[in-house]
Nanobody, 130 residues
Framework: QLQLVESGGSLVQPGGSLRLSCAAS????????IGWFRQAPGKERERIACISLDDGKTYYTDSVKGRFTISRDNAKNLVYLQMTSLKPEDTAVYYC???????????????????????WGQGTQVTVSS
């Protein structure tokens, strides 16, 4: 079965850090662009970070730039999202997604589509609160 599974979500205090993991089963993440998304209650899903398939460059939305880092461990078939300096507004369900597309998008994020991905995980909850 081909699937993505996120883990690492938790309750954390403002200013704290978390590392989310995205594990693939049934396929290799080497051949996919990997995006991290989040959806807060009452808000639309938001693309926050991505590793492009063609050149491995990373992209971030402005609200997380400088605080979040996306990386991949090909040997373990994992992608991480390291989150630091967390804020209450980072509270959301976080999802990873994988795209096999080699077409560079018009959004300036390499091959990372805004929302068209082949596989999605089920999400992990991150709550930032004191």
């Amino acid at each position: 079965q081909l699937q993505l599974v996120e883990s690492g979500g938790s309750l954390v205090q403002p200013g704290g850090s978390l590392r989310l993991s995205c594990a693939a089963s049934g396929f290799s993440l080497d051949y996919y662009a990997i995006g991290w998304f989040r959806q807060a209650p009452g808000k639309e899903r938001e693309r926050i970070a991505c590793i492009s398939l063609d050149d491995g460059k990373t992209y971030y939305t402005d609200s997380v730039k400088g605080r979040f880092t996306i990386s991949r461990d090909n040997a373990k078939n994992l992608v991480y999202l390291q989150m630091t300096s967390l804020k209450p507004e980072d509270t959301a369900v976080y999802y990873c997604a994988a795209s096999r597309s080699v077409i560079r998008t018009t959004t300036g994020w390499g091959t990372c589509s805004l929302n068209s991905y082949d596989y999605w995980g089920q999400g992990t909850q991150v709550t930032v609160s004191s």
